[in-house]
């Protein structure tokens, strides 16, 4: 029978003192019978005694001759893999710690929950892969560059002549593909939210497969306790005649993080470098969640509003995705004040405002502002923007009577330009062959006016009080009415995104910062020093050199009184 045999540095019956010491043990042994079963003859068999062990040593005045017991099992099986220093880590409750005496290859590994385990293992094992996340990202993008060239949310007329089956683009592209795909509304599609989600839980996996395990890695109290492993590390030095308390001090004044076991020493610094990838990942998955609800989870809508009128929010904006719901806010009610345009000195519109006010369902003004482009409101979790502008009536006087409204039409022309025209009737309104005042404006601040043939009349500024007689009829152009284009949206998810993005820089920043550690062992008046880093190699040793040159050096005088102190 084979016997397994293990001894703990932390045992009592061992000494603390680096003087080697051998103690006499009085053993005692008490067996205990088992029974042999033929049905058990493969397994192994265990056979446990007590030692009762006293030790004769300085300690036994203290002691005073009390016996410590011990257990030692004996078994033919093969001793569980030790790991190195798992006493020395955090007090033996690191990883692997609390398990107990049953060996992991003794626990069951069948049924049910032994095979979602396995399952759950392999599924992370997958979700995890390097490649896998890259080939994702790889799609992602792909697919939000096919959004941008595929017109998002029009009308499935638009896509069957845009998008032909006689002349399908790149042979086998047609309208059947955007549809049946829903690319109309890639954002929102299900391949899209798809990879994304996909995406997020390769994010997951990585973060709890690699990167806590690294975390819980380099907080550990790792000692080492050879010269042969600390001379093995990417950096080692020797000091032959040097004090580990010193390099300890040494190091704790550069920002190490230090700890002291006996002739033992193990620093770091920079474990914020090693946290940044889980917070890197952490920001990418609020980025996605964030886009996820501002693609599925906004309203939507536009409006043009003549200066006087008002309208209702929730009659404007219309949901964009399944994740889309009103709010109270909704039954906000706009008026429009007032709409001005400001211009160039060459005439050409520069900017337009509108001064608006917001009433709740009690009709009281709960804000006002005056909106400007990239200058919108904000209330309740909507916005609304300020993105174009008409001509919605002219003001006039005809023959000092009046006034009246006349509207304003669009007239298409050739670019960029806007103009608009009305019309008043001269003479017998009811006739077949209506003649009458041609009036044009291109912007709020002149008017052009047209006799009824057709010929330039004269030019008036709005609000001029400046008559003009055309065909003996006099008019006055009291005013120029402009309409404000509004686009009014909600987007739940842009404030996720920018934690998202503002999270990213700052853990990318991070995750450039050094994780550097260091052991050393002082082997009689010798210190031993390694250290590795995972950044800035080419700096390590330098900088390691710099603080190593600080080291006092212990003279011969105190090594001797030393000396004497401990034969003493």
């Given at each position: 029978m084979k016997a397994l045999s293990s001894m703990n540095t932390s045992n009592p019956c061992l000494l603390k003192t680096h003087l080697i010491k051998v103690p006499n043990f009085h053993l005692?042994?008490?067996?205990?019978?088992?029974?042999?079963?033929?049905?058990?003859?493969?397994?192994?068999?265990?056979?446990?005694?007590?030692?009762?062990?006293?030790?004769?040593?300085?300690?036994?005045?203290?002691?005073?001759?009390?016996?410590?017991?011990?257990?030692?099992?004996?078994?033919?099986?093969?001793?569980?893999?030790?790991t190195e220093d798992d006493d020395d880590i955090n007090g033996g409750s690191g990883i692997g710690s609390g398990s107990g005496d049953v060996p992991v290859s003794s626990k069951n590994k069948g049924g049910p929950s032994g095979m979602a385990k396995m399952l759950s293992k392999r599924v992370l094992q997958i979700l995890s892969n390097l490649p896998l996340a890259i080939g994702e990202m790889f799609a992602i993008a792909s697919l939000m560059a096919l959004g941008t060239f595929i017109e998002q949310g029009e009308a499935p007329d638009f896509y069957f002549q845009k998008y032909p089956e006689d002349h399908p683009v790149l042979g086998f592209f047609t309208w059947r593909w955007v549809l049946a795909l829903g690319f109309d509304h890639m954002f929102t599609s299900t391949i899209f939210l798809g990879m994304l989600v996909l995406l997020g839980a390769s994010l997951m996996a990585c973060t709890y497969t690699t990167q806590i395990p690294l975390v819980k890695v380099s907080r550990r109290w790792s000692f080492?306790?050879?010269?042969?492993?600390?001379?093995?590390?990417?950096?080692s030095e020797s000091l032959p005649r040097a004090s580990i308390q010193d390099v300890g001090t040494i190091l704790m004044g550069a920002g190490y993080e230090v700890f002291l076991k006996g002739p033992t020493l193990y620093a770091f610094q920079g474990l914020a470098g090693?946290?940044?990838p889980i917070g890197v990942h952490i920001a990418l998955l609020l980025i996605m969640v964030g886009g996820t609800l501002s693609a599925a989870g906004s309203f939507k809508g536009s409006v043009t509003v003549p200066q006087?009128?008002?309208?209702?929010?929730?009659?404007?904006?219309?949901?964009?995705g399944f994740l889309s719901s009103p709010t109270q806010a909704f039954n906000?009610?706009?008026?429009?004040?007032?709409?001005?345009?400001?211009?160039?000195?060459?005439g050409e519109v520069s900017q337009f405002h509108s001064d608006l006010s917001l009433f709740d369902m009690d009709g009281k003004e709960v804000m006002r502002k005056t909106i400007s482009v990239n200058d919108p409101l904000r209330y309740g979790g909507f916005t609304i923007y300020q993105t174009d502008w008409s001509i919605a009536a002219l003001q006039v006087l005809k023959d000092n009577e009046g006034p009246y409204n006349l509207a304003m039409a669009p007239l298409k022309i050739s670019g960029d330009k806007k103009l608009y025209g009305s019309f008043l009737p001269v003479g017998d309104i009811n006739s077949p062959d209506v003649k009458g005042i041609s009036m044009l404006a291109r912007d709020l601040q002149s008017i052009v006016l047209y006799d009824v043939e057709g010929k330039f009349a004269g030019v008036r500024r709005p609000?001029?009080?400046?008559?003009?007689?055309?065909?003996?009829?006099?008019?006055?152009?009291?005013?120029?009415?402009?309409?404000?284009?509004?686009?009014?949206?909600?987007?739940?998810?842009?404030?996720?995104?920018?934690?998202?993005?503002?999270?990213?820089?700052?853990?990318?920043?991070?995750?450039?910062?050094?994780?550097s550690q260091v052991w050393a062992?002082?082997?009689?008046?010798?210190?031993?020093?390694?250290?590795?880093?995972?950044?800035?190699?080419?700096?390590?040793?330098?900088?390691?050199?710099?603080?190593?040159?600080?080291?006092?050096?212990?003279?011969?005088?105190?090594?001797?009184?030393?000396?004497?102190?401990?034969?003493?």
């Open positions: 005692f042994f008490k067996f205990k019978p088992f029974s042999y079963n033929t049905h058990d003859a493969k397994r192994a068999h265990a056979l446990s005694f007590t030692i009762n062990c006293k030790k004769t040593s300085s300690q036994d005045i203290k002691n005073k001759g009390k016996g410590v017991s011990q257990k030692i099992v004996l078994s033919e099986m093969s001793p569980p893999p030790l080492l306790h050879s010269a042969e492993a600390i001379l093995k590390q990417e950096f090693r946290l940044a006087g009128l008002n309208f209702v929010v929730g009659d404007v904006l219309g949901p964009i906000t009610e706009v008026h429009v004040n007032r709409f001005s345009m400001d211009y160039f000195d060459s609000n001029s009080n400046l008559p003009i007689n055309i065909n003996g009829t006099e008019i006055v152009i009291v005013d120029a009415i402009g309409s404000s284009g509004l686009e009014l949206k909600t987007d739940p998810g842009v404030p996720v995104v920018y934690a998202g993005f503002g999270a990213l820089m700052l853990t990318t920043c991070i995750s450039y910062l050094s994780h062992l002082q082997d009689g008046t010798r210190v031993v020093i390694g250290g590795k880093t995972n950044r800035a190699k080419a700096e390590f040793p330098e900088d390691m050199n710099r603080l190593l040159n600080k080291v006092p050096e212990i003279v011969e005088s105190s090594l001797s009184k030393e000396a004497n102190g401990i034969s003493r």
